[in-house]
């Protein structure tokens, strides 16, 4: 705790350093004796209060810079005479002159007495009538090992910071504030000074420090130093140093696994150089970057250095806005397709629909760009930016000839939230990633829900949801929190990635209905963040699977050496739950588990099978005019009986498959969706009649409401259906029933 202190005295103005440094002998009168031994005299009170008033006489006539001579005086004599003058430095703490304030509560923080010095130096860093005052005052506080960790004074700190005009008096407050509060704090707030402020002098105050005390690493404070290495002034020679002792550092270990590995990498790539018959393949560059990704891929999962390509795809993905044509696109049976046209973007106003298949794109044949670049590949080519032309050449089942289209490109927003009612007045929100946009979006939909609509309870859909910006998971997770709670904590090295706390800001309206999340294996990151702490504050059940367990935290670090053009997202600390709960590998446990049906591996290659036909969708495609109304009811709802389908039976035999009735059903319920959703340009959000995982979290939501499901005609069946399939294990999980059949 007191290590940090050992390093401030460096911070301080030279005087300052000079005087406490400076050690003074208090001369004490003496008297011969008659044999000519030395006696020393007794000194007297009155003597002892005398030298302590010329002192305190001193300090109020010296400059500020001047005092401290007289400080370290007056400290010899009170530790030579007690009490007798350590009250009257005391006594002096509430001078009129704020100058012998500021030297009496440095006297007494020198002899440990801190109780009575600490408010009184606090408040001089508030409320110092001259900068001087109020640097020296924080410097003292900065300077005295007793006072770290002490809460009052680092709360004062904290204020006065906030309230402080002057940027080189913030630097020495925000100094103090790293090593009195917690390290964060204070180091944030220097980052902070170092970035915002206009001033070059104070940016490179802020800089020096924040060098001396360790974060010589970071990319400003390098920056910063790098300017003043050439200067001939103190701040240069400071700068100068901190790379002598940086570099004396860097000698020391010229014989550690990094220098070792040094050597190894540079005697590889030199061999390859020189020996290496192909020359395209030796490519220094090429061969630095690949050896970069395989250095940080072996580090964990989720760490990785990125390339150029990564950084833009990366940034376009957390951003949510792009120039494209608006479809979501891949590989299926072979044939690159519009796997879904963005409902209202360019692709769908120029007739692509779901399974299109795209063979040219400017003229280029899509799957040899596939085979050269892969699919990003293609995706890349189909994006651009907006105002600009892209051609495409595509092909439909029942066309008779591929079709050629020109599309303008536009500015394409990917929406992260869709939400829709479900019977009963319950809403259903589906998040699929947490971008930029996702809590705005969020928000949007729970008024539509709650203040239009006037759900009574909401499904909070996760699954699937693979995170994204901690910054969206916390905001989305206040949107369902009262404030001053707890949502999440971070933890790593202690110096550089401190614990950081985020917490709740709602208000009680917040939690004022019934909340239920959904979540599985394909939860991860900020979806378990979200789950986990509504799950700990008891606001929503989790129902369906256990989560993924990606609970690391990563920070893009952008490298000089590719001038910022490539990143390192490397795995700096974990995610904590309210709670306490680590999650990294372990996930979120649900409290409702729900599994969806396994498919045999069978049924998966008879399935493939009957989409290379095509024969579903050319059976909808042909019917659908005849049976409009009826394929859209069915689309929605239908029993699950292959006899509802118009002419199935017929249908069914003469395909000659494996598959069962009720698969062939599916895939006609899943082709005739996607019709009604090109028709419709909207997606339909939800699918109640297959969707288990969703029928158990509706149960959950009828449960809190206290409604039996058997007043509302589409949930009816269901109690039954999940007493079956849990057991009697499970059926806790319901509302026990009253003697009229109604939850109690």
């Known amino acids: 705790m007191n290590q940090p202190h050992a390093r401030t005295a460096t911070f301080h103005p030279r005087a300052l350093i000079s005087a406490l440094l400076f050690s003074l002998i208090v001369f004490i009168p003496a008297i011969r004796a008659e044999d000519d031994t030395v006696v020393a005299e007794p000194p007297r009170a009155e003597d002892i209060a005398a030298q302590a008033d010329l002192l305190f ?18 400290v010899r004599l009170a530790r030579a005479n007690g009490t007798a003058i350590t009250d009257r430095i005391e006594k002096q703490l509430a001078a009129q002159d704020q100058k012998v304030q500021l030297a009496c509560a440095r006297a007494m923080c020198q002899l440990t007495i801190t109780e009575q010095a600490a408010p009184v130096l606090v408040n001089l860093v508030k409320n110092g009538t001259t900068p001087e005052i109020r640097r020296l005052a924080a410097n003292s506080i900065g300077l005295t090992a007793s006072l770290c960790g002490h809460e009052p004074t680092a709360k004062g700190l904290s204020e006065a910071l906030k309230a402080e005009k002057d940027g080189m008096t913030q630097v020495c407050v925000a100094r103090s504030l790293w090593f009195v509060g917690p390290h964060s704090d204070g180091r944030d707030a220097l980052l902070h000074i170092l970035t915002e402020s206009t001033d070059r002098t104070i940016q490179d105050e802020a800089a020096l420090v924040l060098a001396e005390n360790g974060a010589v690493h970071l990319n400003d404070v390098k920056l910063r130093l790098n300017n003043l290495y050439s200067e001939p002034t103190a701040q240069g020679e400071r700068a100068r140093n901190i790379r002598r002792n940086t570099d004396e550092e860097i000698a020391r270990t010229r014989e550690t696994k990094i220098a070792q590995g040094d050597q190894l990498l540079h005697e590889i790539l030199l061999r390859i150089k020189t020996a290496y018959p192909d020359e395209t393949k030796a490519d220094l560059d090429a061969l630095y970057e690949h050896a970069a990704k395989g250095m940080v891929n072996a580090l964990d999962p989720f760490s990785q250095y990125m390339d150029r390509d990564d950084v833009k795809a990366t940034q376009e993905m957390l951003q949510q806005d792009y120039g494209g044509i608006g479809a979501y696109v891949g590989l299926r049976n072979g044939s690159f397709v519009v796997t879904s046209p963005i409902y209202g973007s360019p692709a769908d106003k120029a007739g692509l629909r779901a399974l299109d298949i795209i063979q040219e794109v400017d003229g280029q044949k899509a799957l040899d760009m596939v085979d050269r ?127 950081k ?16 999340a959904l979540v599985g294996a394909g939860s991860a990151s900020a979806s378990e963040i979200v789950a986990g702490a509504l799950q700990d504050h008891k606001r929503a059940a989790l129902v369906g699977e256990r989560t993924y367990g990606k609970g690391s935290v990563q920070q893009i670090m952008p490298i000089r050496a590719t001038d910022q053009q490539t990143q390192l997202r490397l795995t700096i600390a974990k995610y904590y739950l309210p709670s306490g709960r680590c999650i990294h590998e372990k996930g979120v446990a649900v409290d409702v588990e729900v599994k969806q049906p396994e498919i045999l591996s069978s049924v998966i290659e008879g399935l493939i099978e009957l989409r290379k036909t095509g024969a579903v969708e050319d059976l909808i495609r042909d019917t659908w005019a005849a049976n409009r109304e009826t394929y859209s009811k069915l689309a929605q709802f239908d029993e699950g009986k292959p006899e509802n389908w118009p002419g199935f039976e ?38 109640l009649e297959t969707d288990d995982v969703l029928q158990r979290g509706v149960l959950e939501a009828l449960k809190k409401l206290e409604v039996d499901p058997a007043t509302i005609a589409d949930y009816k069946q269901l109690p039954a259906k999940f007493k079956k399939k849990e057991g009697a294990e499970q059926e806790g999980a319901m509302l026990p029933l009253n003697t009229n059949g109604v939850p109690k």
Not at 406 to 425: H, K, Q, Y
Not at 502 to 516: C, I, K, N, Q, R
């Open 57 to 74: 006489q001193r300090i109020q006539n010296e400059t500020v810079d001047n005092v401290w001579d007289a400080v370290n005086r007056l």
């Open 501 to 516: 706390e985020y917490m709740s800001t709602g208000g009680p309206e917040d939690e004022a209905y019934p909340l239920v």
């Open 650 to 687: 017929a249908f069914y035999t003469g395909l000659k498959t494996t598959l069962t009735r009720d698969h062939v059903r599916t895939e006609m319920r899943i082709a005739a969706r996607r019709r009604m959703q090109d028709e419709q340009k909207k997606e339909l959000v939800y699918d």
């Open 373 to 499: 670049t892969g699919v990003n590949g293609v995706i890349t080519k189909l994006k651009g930016k907006p105002g600009t032309p892209v051609k495409l050449k595509y092909y439909r089942r029942g066309f008779t000839k591929s079709i050629e289209v020109t599309i303008m490109r536009e500015n394409i927003r990917v929406e992260t939230v869709f939400s829709a009612m479900l019977p009963g007045d319950i809403g259903y929100v589906r998040l699929t990633r947490f971008a930029e946009h996702s809590s705005d979006e969020m928000q949007k939909a729970l008024d539509e829900l709650l203040k239009t609509q006037h759900a009574k309870a909401i499904v909070l859909d996760l699954r699937d949801n693979p995170g994204g910006l901690l910054r969206a998971g916390v905001d989305v997770a206040d949107k369902f929190l009262d404030a001053n709670k707890l949502i999440v904590y971070s933890e790593g090295n202690k110096e550089f990635a401190p614990r």
